[in-house]
């Protein structure tokens, strides 16, 4: 009597569970037929340093927006527009602001796996890598791991095709969202969004809503449902040595002429020790992960394994105890390097220059202003004379050690409690119909230029990822998982239809 009790419960309880992902099936059928769309909106180029792509894109944006009764404006901004898209459901219900961006990082095509990387391929993982199938193929049944290969697939074009589908969902079904929606577009966050700053403070009227809910980035590795509560900011710096004012022949000036590639290795070695940390004066200052915080990093399934496996590295820094840890600390990053030429234009010179390009990624705790000076003057420590512009010929001769550096702060951090109502609103939802509790992210490694938001309107941020981890954003074959796809419909369709 108590085993057939016993299995009762389970059944019970399994069927509880299935029948929470109510849209599973119907998401499945609309997904599959959204991706001829998703297909043709991948194909519009979208680097935002080419102000033509991007009117393409919204172009595009504005008239599918516009189909399913959005009100758009296009903020004019320093540079590429903003654009705010309102779907008013009704005057007293809460208002909540979704933000995507749909500009992609520019391509190199000699380094993707396929003709064009705006010309979307469905492929499918083999032991020996990925093959390439007929887009016939997605009319089978078992396609969730299969995967469509293009820019912006999962950064950030995905979200917004899976956002589409979810609205003609609800239209189709005859329901209409919960909330009213602000939907926040940017065509430049590849670039920073530089013009984000300045709009958000003379537009704070047109900008305001109750909560934020940021879709992008990966989920956690697990492929569990996921929230993230912050993300770091980011400060640039380019570093520039000098060496003659010409390259020079090796033969002749070799252990003669000061060569700048080295000058500006020795520079950068010396900014952190064996095991990654950065050893310029209070760069960690303020951060201090006490019991409560070290439980919500805890809480979060272990990706130190997998990271390694995934990027074949034998050993990381020290920062921190865990991959976790380590980016509640802002860091100091060398993103890329340039002096005389390489591989079969490698020449036998003495350089001319020599340049790195550097991020910090920043923290809440951190004072961008306080850790640029830091760095500044860890360099004049080592002896050098910095400028602001190239070396005059007088500066040449008169100075041992030139180096130029210039600056940027991109945009600041931003944090929300881990405990917020908020949060827990999008917890339980999560819970409910995925029928597990998500990851809680306290803050995601990665930056996305939201800050001015939390900051200038006092709107609490989360994200809410959907793509998978390893979708390649920023690089050659970027991709996205088509099960992710479904997922990630589905994620909105639970939060569109849940009341705040």
């Known amino acids: 009597m108590k085993l057939n009790y016993l299995i009762f419960i389970l059944l019970i309880q399994f069927l509880s569970i299935n029948a929470q992902r109510k849209y599973e099936n119907q998401v499945r059928d609309m997904g599959i037929e959204s991706l001829n769309r998703f297909k043709f909106f991948l194909s519009l180029a ?35 527009p903003l654009m705010i898209a309102n779907l008013n459901i009704k005057e007293k219900l809460p208002t909540i602001a979704l933000y995507m961006h749909i500009d992609g990082q520019a391509v190199d095509p000699s380094k993707w796996n396929q003709e064009d990387p705006y010309k979307a391929v469905v ?43 979810a609205l003609d969902y609800l239209k189709l079904v005859n329901k209409k969202p919960s909330f009213n929606i602000k939907l926040i577009l940017d065509f430049e966050e590849e670039q920073s969004s530089p013009g984000l700053p300045e709009s958000v403070k003379t537009n704070k009227d047109e900008l305001l809503a109750d909560l934020l809910l940021i879709f992008d980035g990966p989920m956690h590795t697990s492929g569990k449902p996921t929230l993230v509560f912050g993300n770091r900011g980011i400060a640039t710096l380019t570093l520039t040595t000098y060496g003659p004012l010409k390259a020079q022949h090796s033969g002749h000036y070799g252990n003669y002429v000061p060569n700048p590639a080295l000058s500006l290795a020795k520079v950068l070695a010396s900014m952190k020790d064996d095991k990654g940390r950065v050893v310029i004066p209070n760069f960690y200052k303020g951060i201090n992960l006490d019991k409560a915080t070290k439980k919500v990093l805890e809480g979060v399934p272990s990706e130190d394994s997998s990271i390694k496996y995934r990027t074949q590295i034998a050993v990381t820094d020290k920062v921190g105890n865990t991959y976790q840890e380590s980016i509640q600390y802002p860091s100091l990053n060398i993103r890329g390097m340039r002096s005389g030429w390489v591989g079969k234009e490698a020449r036998t010179i003495i350089p001319s220059t020599a340049t790195a390009e550097m991020d910090i990624r920043l923290v809440v705790e951190s004072d961008p202003l306080f850790l640029i000076e830091s760095v500044k003057n860890h360099i004049k420590k080592l002896g050098y004379n910095i400028l602001n512009n190239e070396p005059s010929k007088q500066e040449r001769l008169n100075f041992e050690k030139i180096i130029t550096i210039k600056s940027k702060i991109a945009y600041p951090a931003f944090r929300t409690d881990t405990n917020a109502p908020e949060g827990k609103w999008l917890t339980k939802i999560l819970t409910n119909y995925f029928g597990e509790k998500p990851v809680i992210i306290r803050t995601s490694g990665g930056s996305v230029p939201i800050s001015p938001f939390v900051s200038e309107l006092g709107v609490p941020a989360i994200g809410v990822p959907t793509v998978n981890l390893d979708n390649n954003q920023h690089s050659p074959n970027e991709n996205i998982r088509i099960g992710n796809y479904f997922n990630g419909i589905e994620t909105y369709l639970a939060i569109l239809t849940t009341r705040f």
């Open 46 to 80: 979208n680097d935002a340093a080419n102000g033509n792509e991007i009117e393409e894109n919204i172009n595009w944006v504005n008239k599918e927006l516009k189909k399913r009764d959005f009100e758009i404006k296009l903020i004019q901004t320093s540079s590429l």
């Open 123 to 165: 492929k499918r993982e083999t032991s020996d890598g990925f093959e390439t199938l007929s887009w016939d193929y997605l009319k089978t049944n078992k396609i969730e791991d299969l995967r469509i290969f293009a820019r912006s697939t999962s950064d950030d074009k995905g979200p917004f095709a899976m956002f589409l589908t």
